[in-house]
């Protein structure tokens, strides 16, 4: 029942930020559309933005991918990319609030962990220090979430010059030639 109740405020709250900016979203709105008290909403939440935490990051275990695979790594990394599109009004409206460094956090920690995965596999024989390694893996999440972030700023419409096809074209096999940069 419990996890019922977490999933009816979640989609309560996604039916909300539909019509609503996220910072004007409160429990009372929540709980009248899921037919429950204060006191239900309060037992799994703290506030509307721990429930927001809580739906993004059931989304993103959800879809996003928690490794890269290397055969078909630009699929997965395109992954990113449609769940934020077909989330749209959901991402925008988190990402035009307060939250805005949580979810780009968040995703960042995802991207990361994608790219320190396929790191691993195009590293493999290579003598590399661990905070270079690291380095690399960061340079690349952070890039990625760059473009994420100015893809955002600009209501998720890249400009002409920008596609999704040169920025994995511009990808492709960067990870592994950086790394052989920090070759011992």
């Not at 039916?15 to 910072?23: A, E, F, G, R, Y």
């Not at 340079?139 to 955002?152: E, S």
Request: net charge negative.
């Amino acid at each position: 029942m419990a996890r019922g109740t977490k999933e009816s405020l979640a989609l309560a709250l996604k039916q909300m930020m539909s019509i609503k900016p996220i910072d004007k979203i409160t429990v009372k709105d929540l709980v009248e559309i899921c037919g429950v008290n204060r006191q239900t909403f309060y037992y799994h939440f703290d506030d509307v933005y721990d429930l927001l935490e809580w739906v993004f990051e059931e989304d993103a275990n959800r879809v996003l991918p928690h490794t890269v695979v290397f055969e078909h790594w630009r699929e997965d990394v395109l992954v990113f990319m449609r769940y934020l599109q077909e989330n749209a009004v959901f991402t925008l409206n988190i990402y035009n609030s307060n939250n805005r460094f949580y979810m780009l956090r968040y995703l960042e920690e995802k991207m990361a962990a994608c790219i320190r995965s396929f790191a691993v596999i195009v590293s493999e024989g290579m003598n590399i220090d661990r905070q270079d390694f690291e380095f690399v893996v960061q340079f690349y999440a952070k890039c990625a979430i760059g473009f994420i972030a100015q893809w955002m700023d600009l209501g998720m419409q890249f400009p002409k010059e920008i596609t999704t096809e040169r920025i994995l074209y511009t990808m492709d096999n960067s990870v592994e030639s950086m790394l052989r940069r920090f070759t011992l």
